[in-house]
């Protein structure tokens, strides 16, 4: 490849809805999914995500770039400084920007992305009134009201403290 | 377009993992194909304080889930429990943790964590012991004394012990020790009977902390293997390192109230180490001699703070700390520590309380630390003046610009700005403050004194350099409800200040700002 000459590979990734963006390969390769189309050897022109979109994939390729762009010091300073840029990069999304979140590094088996959206998207549902979490989930309530009491009652230390109403 | 409903199952799986214990058990309620996915997730933290007080309850929901797990066979990785042993369920509870303990054995579940207190000095349950799994204990208020259990020892998987108010006997904890030498984490706080503990076996231990609240008689002594260890913290205990041990990985070491001279802290290396916090620890001058300084290489160094260490009085320090980012000193005397570091932003924080100040020392111990930002706090104001050659033009060497200076009060007006023009020939500070709060009458003193010399510039009061070189004097209040300090008048300061019922109620603060002359 371009090993020798030292000037980094780029790749060219394009999005479900046809925008291209250009990578360094070793940033790329954060994504098992990538690395692998790499390997088989797909690299040569452009690489097709069809399950991310643009937006999205414009985020990740910044994760991409941010992780791999910390240098490594030494284990343990390296993995604290990259959880600490894990926690900002989800710091200030928005629900339905985690959800794209959670699918794109699932499709791209990028696990610790992965963890850090879905830890996120965790504390966000811990506030959350249980109709809330139905509608953001597309859950429909299928229990008949004497069902659901039982329920409640069943796991009522649960309930406790929690806003139960649907407005939220 | 909203995709959140298709989210596949396995990433839902790893939501609920994230989830607390009771948010994933909540989940029940969604729908029905939700009411028992809580119960399929690899993690399980059952904590009775969540259970507010149902213990019965909360015995019955531990119980129940962990025999669906295991009749079911469901993957099991993380298992934490927390329980006390107090109330009239004691022995239901232990009858109950000694059914479960063999049953994560079984399951294979890799991580296990334990908490168990209680109150009253009870025996440890000897199931504890045979807890072939387990990786996190901790253990508040029994006994692991007695003759009872059978065989001392605990899982060797064991990464993390915390022994809080546990009586042991020594022989006991070091049987535990051999047993587990793969710990990394080991808290022992409040633990009476021990006297000796050894850690040398213990080759991957990297946080260590050992804590007693009171001066006992005998102070328990300590030895730590070096190579590992990333945290050290002790209080009123006996460390002893090796001398020219090199602490490889140590970042941070917090000593109070250790008898430093076995400790021979100086001859030890310390590459990694950014927090050292020495404080009242003796014997610090049994280690170094007093006749010539004595040069401390700290690489890595961030936050120093030297509080209250009587053997530092005679000795001097040359600190080579390129990365220095803070220094604390508390003291009754002027120490004789220089700084030798690149560093460009770094601030240091004096504090001088019960003790005659000599001038000239200060002077040197300030010009020592002039590329920082200096807070200095002189909680007396009885200083030597000893002679400080001053030039007849007036000018020493630069003088030292401070950041800080706050003062003490309750002497006469004459006697109070002869310390001031002292101390303006040695240092110019940008504020000025009283360094009591608390003291309501002295404040009143202190403020009158600094408006009547620095503000309307009573005759006589300030020296010809000093009027020379001060160009600019105000006062400024910060109510506690403000966020910024505001310019006022000594009428304010004096509603404001009288205005103060009862010892707690929050005060504003006062501060002078100085704006000083440039010097070449």
């Known amino acids: 490849m371009a090993a020798e000459t030292g000037t980094p590979t780029t790749l060219t990734l394009k999005s479900n809805d046809d925008e291209l963006f250009s990578v360094v390969e070793s940033a790329a390769i954060l994504s098992v999914t990538i690395r692998n189309m790499v390997e088989d050897g797909c690299a040569g022109g452009v690489i097709p995500l069809v399950n991310v979109d643009g937006k999205t994939l414009a985020r990740v390729i910044t994760y991409m770039n941010g992780i791999s762009a910390i240098p490594g010091v030494g284990a343990a300073a390296e993995e604290e400084k990259k959880k600490s840029y894990r926690d900002k990069f989800v710091s200030d999304m928005d629900f339905e920007t985690l959800a794209d979140m959670v699918l794109a590094a699932n499709y791209l088996n990028m696990s610790c992305l992965m963890d850090a959206v879905s830890a996120k998207i965790a504390r966000v549902m811990e506030k959350k009134s249980v109709g809330w979490v139905r509608r953001k989930f597309g859950i429909e309530n299928d229990y008949t009201p004497e069902e659901e009491a039982a329920v409640k009652e069943e796991h009522k230390w649960t309930f406790e403290g929690v806003e139960t109403d649907d407005d939220n | ?520």
């Open chain 2, 1 to 520: 377009m909203n995709r959140i409903s298709d989210l596949p199952n396995d990433i839902l799986q790893i939501i609920l993992y994230f989830l607390s214990q009771k948010d994933a058990v909540r989940t029940s309620i969604l729908s029905k194909s939700w009411r028992y996915r809580w119960r399929t997730r690899p993690n399980l933290d059952f904590s009775e304080a969540t259970f507010k007080g149902k213990k019965q309850e909360f015995l019955s929901f531990v119980d129940n889930t962990l025999q669906q797990y295991r009749d079911r066979r469901l993957c099991l990785d993380e298992f934490h429990l927390r329980i006390s042993l107090d109330d009239c369920l004691k022995h239901k509870s232990v009858s109950l943790l000694e059914k479960w303990i063999p049953i994560l054995t079984t399951m294979g579940v890799k991580e296990s964590r334990l908490s168990i207190s209680t109150v009253d000095r009870n025996d440890m349950p000897s199931v504890v012991f045979r807890a072939e799994s387990l990786q996190q204990l901790y253990v508040e208020g029994f006994d692991m004394g007695r003759d009872a259990v059978p065989t001392i020892k605990l899982s060797k998987h064991l990464k993390k012990l915390h022994l809080r108010r546990v009586h042991i006997e020594e022989k006991i904890f070091r049987k535990i020790l051999s047993s587990c030498s793969l710990i990394e984490t080991m808290h022992v706080e409040e633990c009476g009977g021990l006297r000796n503990i050894k850690t040398n076996n213990l080759r991957r231990l990297k946080d260590f902390s050992f804590e007693r609240n009171n001066e006992e008689d005998e102070r328990c002594s300590i030895e730590i293997y070096p190579a590992s260890l990333e945290t050290i913290k002790i209080r009123f205990g006996n460390i002893s390192f090796d001398k020219g041990a090199e602490f490889r990985n140590l970042v941070d070491l917090d000593l109070r109230n250790v008898e430093s001279s076995r400790a021979r802290l100086f001859s030890c290396e310390f590459p990694s180490l950014r927090r050292l916090t020495l404080s009242d620890c003796d014997g610090l001058n049994e280690e170094l001699s007093s006749d010539r300084p004595r040069w401390c290489r700290f690489p890595s160094l961030e936050f120093l703070k030297i509080l209250n260490c009587d053997g530092l009085k005679d000795i001097q320090l040359v600190i080579d700390a390129p990365n220095i980012l803070n220094f604390e000193y508390r003291g009754n005397f002027i120490p004789s520590i220089s700084f030798v570091t690149n560093s460009r932003e770094w601030k240091s924080k004096i504090d001088l309380y019960k003790s005659s100040l000599s001038l000239p020392k200060l002077d040197e111990l300030l010009k020592s630390l002039s590329q920082s930002e200096i807070s200095l706090m002189i909680d007396n104001t009885n200083i030597i003046r000893e002679n400080i050659p001053v030039q007849d033009n007036g000018y020493n060497k630069p003088v030292v610009v401070m950041e800080s200076l706050n003062m003490n009060c309750g002497c006469s007006l004459s006697y109070f700005s002869s310390i001031l023009n002292c101390l303006f020939c040695i240092c110019r500070p940008r504020n000025m403050g009283y360094c009591n709060n608390y003291d309501g009458g002295s404040v009143m003193q202190f403020v009158g004194f600094m408006w009547r010399i620095l503000i309307e510039r009573e005759s006589y009061q300030l020296s010809q350099l000093v009027l020379r070189d001060l160009e600019e004097a105000r006062m400024e209040i910060k109510e506690w409800y403000e966020e910024e300090w505001h310019q006022a008048p000594l009428s304010e300061f004096v509603i404001s200040h009288g205005r103060r019922e009862g010892y707690f109620t929050p005060k504003c603060q006062t501060r002078f700002t100085l704006k000083w002359r440039e010097t070449a």
